[in-house]
């Protein structure tokens, strides 16, 4: 009498697939960046007192050689106000925070217009700076 | 002969594989959450100097703190910077009024950044409310 042995199939566990995909669009989310300004180069001024902030959409930078960025994009100073109000439209009242990354060595020519810019445009300035500990 | 069936004795247990994903995602998910480190920073609040001119009460002189490149003056008075919070809160005590604490902060075009932070951080630490002056620039066409 013939036994037939089983026949066993040796297949690829698909279960574990979705994992895997999950995994791929999670690494992605994170790499990728709307606001990349990685690229800009500047240094915080120091303060004694900090403070934790809040995260912002809306980010005016400087950096060291005094070039004015909105969200990455360099602007002229001129054009500050027209576009922080066209962003602050999109915020709910009470949340008009524009976060300033000024390098530290920014003349006052250039961030005092800045400053009075996002003022005019009726937004919320929060300077961001590193503590500094004496 | 009899063949004892075996019988379709499945071991039932738990795909074991799908653990080390899910190890993975949660080892993920707390290294993404604990490498976002909060910026720090300070808010303020800057009227704007044209619309704190026409709500600045007659007669109300306010506070006017000069920024040079590495002093500070105020009301024309040079102070060192050590001295700058005391003889602030000296000027500004009594004052309870946010109109009143006003202090407008007038900058030379060399005045770097972090000194402007350092001084305004000592006039908020004082009490008062900042206002800065911007020089406004006008062509004006002569015939």
């Known amino acids: 009498m013939k036994i037939r042995r089983r026949h066993l199939e040796a297949g690829v566990p698909a279960v574990a697939m979705a994992d895997i995909a999950f995994n791929l669009v999670l690494f992605f989310i994170i790499l990728a960046r709307t606001q990349d300004d990685s690229n800009l180069r500047w240094k915080p001024a120091g303060a004694p007192k900090v403070e934790a902030i809040e995260q912002s959409r809306i980010v005016v930078t400087v950096d060291e050689d005094s070039k004015v960025y909105l969200n990455g994009v360099p602007k002229g100073i001129g054009e500050l106000t027209g576009n922080i109000e066209k962003l602050l439209k999109e915020e709910p009242t009470g949340k008009k925070i524009v976060l300033l990354k000024i390098h530290k060595d920014t003349l006052a020519a250039t961030f005092e217009p800045i400053i009075e810019a996002v003022s005019q445009a009726g937004g919320d300035l929060v300077h961001v700076l590193t503590e500094e500990r004496e | ?143």
């Open chain 2, 1 to 143: 002969m009899r063949i004892a069936r075996r019988g379709n004795k499945m071991l039932r247990e738990s795909p074991a594989i799908l653990l080390t994903d899910l190890a993975f995602n949660l080892l993920i998910f707390f290294v993404v959450c604990a490498s976002t480190e909060p910026e720090t920073g300070r808010k303020q609040k800057v009227p704007s100097s044209s619309k704190e001119q026409a709500e600045k009460p007659q007669g109300e002189q306010n506070l006017e703190v000069s920024l040079t490149r590495t002093g500070a003056a105020i009301n024309g008075e040079n102070v060192a910077l050590a001295d700058f919070t005391p003889k602030m809160r000296q000027l500004l005590a009594g004052k309870t009024k946010p109109e009143q604490r006003m202090v407008v902060v007038k900058t030379t075009k060399d005045t770097p950044y972090h000194h402007w932070i350092r001084v305004t951080g000592m006039v908020e630490q004082a009490g008062g409310v900042i206002a800065v002056l911007v020089e406004e620039s006008k062509t004006v066409v002569t015939p």
